[in-house]
């Protein structure tokens, strides 16, 4: 038994090593003038990726607070959404629910090179193309099925047992939603909420097509440098996207578990 725990121990320890040797990584190169082969460690430190990033000449930080911005604009109207759509195919059984499942999935399965072009065409007639709007309706497409599909499962799980009980007893639906409803999801909202960041706050090639150039994100910023092969301007870029991801996500759960602990809900 004490070989066994030993060995999942081992095992534990090297996943995390693999985990965080790259970021460790990616924090040198964002400090090196020059690293190449067959060195150990960097010829040359330096930071100008860094003061790059901070200046605000570069207008990096005001770009990175306007992505954050548009995430979170994102992935509440995105989970706004979800809820009901989720709620249908996990908790109701009706004619062609398999079908809808996959069909939710299908703005992952169908490359989004293959769409956009039409959705850019679109766009355009509806006059809302290199608008912040479009930009946010185009981040859409491919966070539903994430929020969707990750709430599905959570609807499954809790059922709808609880909410009949609060209607028999005479709660209205705007109370059944927020009393019982949102405290039995809550842990379902925070992982697709978060992953549903993450994903917009990644897009590129639909941010850059539908915004066409006139909205810059982020990441708009981070990959010509990514592309050129500087390291050290990439790195840096690259570090910053990680930390603000990871602030934010952090922000997010402990404001909604506080939320819900100051009424003393529960979670699943």
Same mark, same amino acid.
Request: hydrophobic fraction near 55%.
């Given at each position: ?13 090297? *996943?995390? @090593? ?15 003038? #020059?690293?190449?082969?067959?060195? /150990? ?17 570069? !207008? ?8 954050? !911005? ?9 989970? =706004? ?21 996959? @069909?939710?999935?299908?703005? $992952? ?34 966070c539903l099925p994430y929020?969707? !599909?990750? @709430? ?32 039995? +999801? ?7 909420g978060s992953l549903v960041? $993450?994903? #917009?706050?990644? &897009? ?10 006139? +909205?810059? *994100? ?7 440098? =990514? &592309?050129?092969?500087? !390291? ?13 991801? @990871?602030?934010? /996500? ?19």
């Amino acid at each position: 038994m004490k070989k066994k725990s030993n060995f999942f121990a081992i095992i534990m320890h090297i *996943t995390i @090593l693999l985990l965080i040797a790259p970021l460790l990584i990616l924090v040198v190169w964002s400090f090196s003038r #020059s690293w190449s082969w067959p060195y /150990l460690l960097p010829q040359e430190f330096g930071l100008r990726g860094i003061m790059h990033v901070l200046h605000p000449s570069s !207008r990096a930080l005001k770009n990175l607070l306007f992505s954050i !911005r548009l995430s979170m604009i994102v992935t509440i109207i995105t989970l =706004i959404i979800s809820i009901p759509a989720a709620k249908a195919l996990g908790v109701y059984n009706f004619k062609g629910k398999g079908f809808f499942k996959v @069909l939710v999935l299908a703005p $992952i399965i169908v490359p989004p090179v293959a769409v956009a072009m039409g959705i850019h065409l679109t766009f355009i007639r509806l006059g809302i193309a290199n608008t912040f709007i479009g930009v946010v309706l185009v981040h859409l497409i491919p966070c539903l099925p994430y929020g969707i !599909r990750i @709430l599905t499962n959570v609807f499954e799980i809790v059922g709808e047992s609880m909410e009949q009980q609060a209607k028999v007893l005479g709660a209205n639906p705007i109370q059944i939603f927020l009393h019982i409803t949102l405290p039995l +999801i809550a842990p379902g909202l925070i992982s697709a909420g978060s992953l549903v960041f $993450i994903v #917009s706050f990644s &897009q590129y090639f639909l941010t850059f097509l539908i915004g066409g150039g006139r +909205i810059i *994100t982020f990441p708009m910023m981070m990959f010509p440098y =990514i &592309q050129s092969g500087d !390291r050290m301007m990439a790195s840096s870029y690259s570090l910053v996207f990680i930390l603000a991801t @990871l602030v934010v /996500l952090v922000i997010m759960e402990k404001a909604i578990k506080s939320y819900y602990g100051t009424k003393n809900y529960f979670y699943l």
